[in-house]
């Protein structure tokens, strides 16, 4: 039997340590990728830290390859041996090892694999799985939109509620932690679906979330954020009757509520990235859902299947959609500790890889 290096968390709070494992073979609708590419994501250094999700050790973690397909498994016709690909991995639901980012080799499903164009590179294509799933079960799953093409406008209509002032004027929706790559890819996504966008992030980037799609930046730091954030969508004419809280700590929450309250929408809808904090109060008017990207592949395949399979290598190839910037860290598989202690202690814009 094969064998291949793996990056395996040995218990709870431990360091990731390297040792061989047996290499998987595909299943029915499930592709073996030899993975070039690995992103680490704040779920990874939590799950070390408090065990979230883990029933036995040791576990790989990580839910974001890019590499080439070693072998494709029965009924998968899109993908074959010595494609270029990027997947989300979903060890983190179906608890499977074979499942998991962090080793040589990684069984992911079909419906999570998108085709990575000729033009962009493994490590551009390690930012996206995980940041490009959430933003989708953001937008299309917690808020419901319609799922778009491209450039077409949503109206207050089409998501149940109606606009007060003018019917016609495209929906507002807010993203808090317009930086993070979640936010970075729920600007990008929303700003195909017509949204009018308005994010809060760090002054130093919001020329380049401007670039994708952003039409007003606030910086979250600033003491009149909400303020400036009602006010500008008060000149454009446009009613923030969405947001995505990319961030999702009290403080921001606290803040992205205050905006949507204030707001003069009449349906209000917020999707968080964290579970609801107990110190902040639920509130009222406004229809509130926990983001669970975990769900993408399984619940929702068909929001799976929309975005990897048919829109995402399309909009990739066309510049459509653009990667986050990255950092790769040293160390191959080896480096993946230090990859999720810089994690932990915050990264500004930018995704952490390492090269396998
Ligand atoms: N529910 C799910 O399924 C799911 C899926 C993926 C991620 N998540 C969670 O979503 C969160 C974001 O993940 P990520 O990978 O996108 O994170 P990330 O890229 O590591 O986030 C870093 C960014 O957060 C921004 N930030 C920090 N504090 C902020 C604040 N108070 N207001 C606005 N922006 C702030 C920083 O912005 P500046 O650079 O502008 O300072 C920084 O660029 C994490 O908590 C993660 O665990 C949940």
Not at 20 to 31: H, L, T
Request: glycine fraction near 8%; charge should be negative; proline fraction near 5%.
């Amino acid at each position: 039997m094969a064998e291949h290096v793996a990056a395996l968390l040995p218990a709870v709070r431990s360091d990731l340590a390297l040792d061989n494992r047996q290499s998987p073979s595909p299943g029915p609708g499930e592709i073996l990728i030899r993975n070039h590419v690995i992103a680490v994501n704040p779920i990874d250094w939590k799950r070390q830290a408090s065990g979230f999700m883990i029933s036995s050790y040791p576990v790989v973690l990580g839910a974001d390859v890019c590499g080439v397909v070693a072998e494709a498994g029965s009924s998968v016709t899109a993908f074959k041996s010595g494609d270029r690909v990027l997947a989300v991995a979903h060890s983190f639901c179906s608890g499977n090892n074979d499942h998991g980012a962090f080793q040589e080799y990684t069984v992911v499903k079909a419906t999570a694999t998108v085709a990575l164009p000729r033009e962009m590179s493994f490590q551009q294509g390690a930012t996206l799985p995980t940041a490009a799933g959430t933003a989708t079960m953001a937008l299309f799953d917690v808020l419901d939109l319609p799922q778009v093409t491209t450039g077409e406008t949503i109206h207050a209509s089409q998501v149940g509620g109606t606009a007060n002032s003018s019917e016609s004027s495209p929906l507002g929706i807010l993203v808090w932690g317009g930086a993070s790559t979640v936010g970075f890819l729920t600007i990008q996504l929303a700003r195909l679906a017509g949204l009018t966008i308005y994010a809060a992030a760090s002054e130093h980037h919001h020329d380049h979330l401007r670039s994708v799609g952003a039409s007003m930046l606030v910086d979250y730091h600033s003491p009149t954020a909400v303020d400036d954030l009602l006010a500008g969508a008060e000149r454009a004419g446009s009613q923030i009757a969405l947001a995505v809280d990319a961030i999702s700590t009290a403080e921001t929450l606290a803040s992205v509520v205050q905006v949507l309250s204030k707001s003069t929408a009449v349906t209000k809808k917020l999707a968080h990235t964290s579970p609801w904090p107990k110190s902040v109060p639920h509130p009222e008017g406004i229809e509130t859902g926990a983001i669970r990207g975990d769900d993408f592949s399984h619940r929702r395949e068909d929001l799976s299947i929309w975005l990897c399979n048919l829109s995402l290598p399309k909009w990739l190839a066309e510049g459509v959609i653009i990667p986050p910037a990255y950092r790769v860290i040293d160390g191959g598989l080896g480096g993946l500790q230090n990859a999720l202690n810089e994690l932990k202690k915050g990264v500004s814009g930018e995704k952490l890889l390492v090269e396998v």
